[in-house]
């Protein structure tokens, strides 16, 4: 009976490897501390009813960023371990086995676990409030994707300490993510947690693409939009059409694995090379869906810390859509190689180049909202700093990638890796590190740290290029991927080792970004305006962390960048009414680095220039902080969704469904399912969906923060 | 954080890839792709040196007005440079940064087009000499090569002559992989159940490292192989060496070396008549002996074809 056990727990359990020892107690020592510090401070209600059946988007999007940036830690770990093995040739650090499980969890966590969170979490937390609304469009879906995700990812980062992780790389082509070379259960782990993860992603961009379309303002037409608005946009508009593709191609490995179907193995008529071209028409757009909003969210930074609308709106909404449009049209040209035949490969040789069009123009259209702008170099701009330069080159990498004969020259070496992250860090990381600097102090009111995030953001760009441009010199010299180690005789290993520090330097950049958090939570001042950039759109007309009903009442634009005109127009009533000792009486409590705010100094406006009275002077040196909302629709109690456990508990559903099938008990999986189906049934006959907040409970909260209404 | 420190900090980043530049460069010779030894090769460099000039048009403007705007912008109380906070759309300015992109582009692709034809792998080479067959089989975790011609087989390296064209017939008996001699020429995949055309000539006798480039389980990393190109009198010479000494490669063999794991470097006088052909139809029903041939459409004017393949598609 012992032995039986004994037996069992060497299959379920991951063992043979001290490292993996090691994550288990940290697993353990962790959980029971989370535990107690809950039970210690009696938070579990709390827990419960704030965070775990919340449907506020502002809330959904705290947790989307927090499960991120704890699979950013693992997937950096991961990262580390892989360098540290590649640093010196013929290294034992990590058996091959071992090696092989790291790099395809890498890969995993780090699009679908790290980099779709952390989208989703900013277009939860700003979206909306960039629109005017109170909540998204479905804010019970928006709970139930969220949840979605974090059961998926649970099941998928469970995988290295129970069963054994996925190893046939990111995205298990077969035959090698068959049953006849993938016998255990990594590879269902890999299924299930994202098919599960999955369902959740494509909700969201049925969610906000209903949002846009049908919540903003009245008066925001969709051409005066924010520019993230419209990159959310395409962004939504690509997932609804790419994941069905994902979901499709999993289920067809799923019965292949579980039901001995046929579609991608050797024998009984299948075709591997069906899975490469289908999972690669999910894998292209997927990479467009991350890297859209990043654009979008450059825009917005770009015009507040030039001061100066964004330049060339329409090309920039042209452009997003193009590029979205074309990300369905390139997907071959992840295997050129694969010996389709010169017409194909001349065809998505074509599309692919052609998508660095549209892309070049956006970056021009930035540089020149730059020219002629008043630029301050505060960390969101850093980081786009950053951004621009590394991400041309990425995409110059990319073109000579494009040139299928070329390819195959590059193909699966150093070269492609290099490009790939190039893009992804340097378009994809820095952007969204740059939205959560740039919108941290509306969710939390107060910003991070500059010193810190100077230091974080210099240790990443640097450890960046030491890292990866040594790795286009390996893919020149003929190092392919996915390799453990390598001899002496090849004469990689200096560059090796040098890149190996630039991992550990950007390892460090994020331990800064860390401390940086810590710091601030602790010693940065309030922000008390709702307004510390001197920004353009309607989120920063409210306070900061912004009320639970977003806007007290609903504002009404008629232009782009309807906050700063709002403000511009401010400044000229008070200014035009003398008011000049009003002005100078503003309670101003931004932060003293904080640049004046520029009244619009464009000479072919003159209509613009402040009134007699007042100087240039004292119109510079007066930051406006009003301290009243924009004129909108009338004051009256606004209608609120109500929370619901709902989305909890069918996604834990989802994962115990989930697991049964990973391990083939099916007296887990089955009432895993019966429980998703009794989660449905529950939620069609709830009808106590809303509530709303009455007027005078608006008024106290708006005057909480300061605020008239 | 005032700009000079930003410059400076920029300048501190670059320096490191520029020692490494001016450092490494001794290593010259350890760059296979740019350092090719055969035609298809150099016609790769040529062509990766064309799209990274066509490119530096745009990316080397783009990187010097970054670092411009950048200083010329940055707000100071005594910035004398102009500020038009309104100033959003220019037609004129459009126009430029959509054609000259699109022109570019557009050089690009006749290029790419063109040598896209040119260069297919499964196209044969113009030569002199008579292409000489080898056959490919990917195998966890080895490579084995077949010659028909001289009827010999030798594990994780294979051997040619100089100058001569290369028909490298390419299958697997394992995962997918990928065959890449890097300074020779691209890469193919390797594919079960199927056999691939890949063309290579070698200007000059050497060794060229030769791996496997597309994952396939526990020990791929242990998939590299010597590509051995020798004078037309050393290869013969080895040929007969080889049939002289060294063991026949028996089906049973044959089932051990399909077995996972990696060996050293073998030879074998023979090998069983119809392998590779099997290898290939492994996966037929009925076991009629037609395989799925793959390759470009321009595969077969002038391409010799081993014996058993009977049915072509075309892609």
Redesign the interface.
Known sequence: MLDKIKDFASEFFVTGDPLIYGADVAIALTIIAVVSVLTYFKKWRWLWREWLTTVDHKRIGIMYVIASLLMLFRGGVDALLMRTQLAIPNNEFLSPEHYNAIFTTHGVIMILFMAMPLMFGLFNLVVPLQLGARDVAFPFLNALSFWLFFWGAMLFNMSFVIGGSPDAGWLSYPPLSELSHSPGVGQDFYIWGIQISGIGSLATGINFIVTILKMRAPGMKLMKMPMFCWSVLSSCLTIIMAFPILTVTLALLFLDRYLGAHFFTLDGGGNPMMYINLIWMWGHPEVYIVVLPAFGIFSEIVATFSRKRLFGYGSMVFALMCIAVLSFTTWAHHFFTMGSGADVNAFFALTTMLIAIPTGVKVFNWLFTMYRGRITFKTPMLWTMGFIPCFVVGGMTGVMLSVAPADFQFHNSYFLIAHFHQVLIGGVAFGYFAGLYYWWPKVFGFKLNERLGRWAFWLWNIGFYVCFMPQYALGLMGMTRRVNTYGWDTGWWELNFVSTIGGFLMGIGFLFQVWQILHSIKFMERDTTGDPWGGRTLEWSIPSPAPHYNFATTPVVNSADAWWEEKLRREREAASAGKREWLEAQDWRANAELTPQAPNLDATRPSQDPGAGATQASMSDAPPAPQAPLPGLPLEPIHMPRNSGIPFVMSLCWFTAGFGFVFDWLWIAIPGLAGVAACMLVHSFRYKTDYYIPVDEIRRTEAAAGRVV | ?N?RT?GF?RF??AL??AA?TVL?SG?MD?????DPKGVV?K??LD??VI??LL??V??VP??I??FV??WR???RPD?K??????????PK??II??TI??VI?AI??T???R????????RPLAADAKPIVIQVTSLDWKWLFQYPEQNIATVNYVAFPENVPVQFELTSDA??N?F?I??L?????T???MA?KLHLMADEPGTY?G???????????KM?FDARAMTRAEFDQWVQNVRAAAPPLTQAGYDELAEPGTMPEQDYSSFPEGLFERTVTK?I?GGSGHGHH?????ADAAGSDTGAMTEMH??
């Open positions: 954080m700009n930003r900090r501190a980043a490191p890839l490494m490494l290593c350890k760059f296979a792709v740019l090769g016609q790769q062509l990766i799209t990274t490119c530096a745009i990316i783009v990187l007005m970054t705007i950048a912008y940055r707000h910035s440079a102009e500020y038009r906070p309104n100033w959003a759309h220019s300015l459009e940064w959509w992109p699109i582009i690009l692709a290029v790419t087009v040598y896209t034809y040119k260069l297919e792998p499964s995962p997918m990928s890449w890097p300074q020429g691209g890469q193919i995949y594919m079960s159940g691939m490292m791996s496997g480039a597309n994952f396939s389980g526990k020990d791929f990393a590299r996966y029903k793959h390759g470009g459409s321009d075309h892609h």
